[in-house]
């Protein structure tokens, strides 16, 4: 494969794992708040209603380093499909810990679907291993704005809703 041609690849691969990202950077935001919600409707004590989201956040913590393993001995499409099929059964043992009532059903979802979530941040690593070395650098500064501008987005939003007090017009004199 020639040199453009392995650039022409690598781009493509950029490309197309950037939406992957913003896909899942959308859904991540939609699960957080399903999870409080269906926490704060099943939990016996209000005290767990955020549990659901804690349970994905130590799944993610969890998986990275196996994961990391297993896309090192086997490659990063079983390491893909790993979490995306994780991501499926995470998902199929929440609704079903919904359906049921189960708030337990809903914590090893939850758990599972960390999982997933963790998986993501492989993806960077899988379009950088594409590319020619000597246009690495440029595709991973690349998907860093991709990245920042996705998370800036979001912080310019809550931002935008935050109520915290502000300075009185006549501090600013």
Aim: charged content about 10%; proline content about 3%; overall charge positive.
């Amino acid at each position: 494969m020639t040199e453009i041609q392995s650039l022409s690849r690598a781009r493509k691969n950029v490309l197309v794992l950037v939406a992957a990202q913003a896909i899942l950077g959308a859904q991540m935001s939609m699960i957080f708040t399903y999870a409080g919600l269906a926490g704060q409707n099943m939990a016996t004590n209000i005290c767990f209603a955020t549990l659901p989201i804690s349970m994905i956040v130590m799944g993610s913590m969890l998986a990275a380093s196996p994961l990391s393993a297993v896309m090192q001995k086997f490659g990063r499409q079983i390491g893909f499909f790993v979490g995306a099929f994780s991501g499926m059964i995470g998902a199929a043992i929440s609704a079903y810990g919904l359906y049921s009532d189960t708030f337990a059903l809903l914590l090893l979802g939850s758990l599972i679907t960390g999982i997933y979530m963790s998986s993501q941040g492989f993806f960077r690593f899988a379009a950088i291993d594409t590319a020619p070395r000597t246009s690495a650098p440029r595709l991973f500064r690349g998907l860093w704005r991709a990245d920042f501008f996705r998370h800036s987005s979001d912080r310019n939003w809550v931002n935008s809703q935050s109520t915290a007090p502000r300075s009185p017009s006549w501090a600013s004199t």
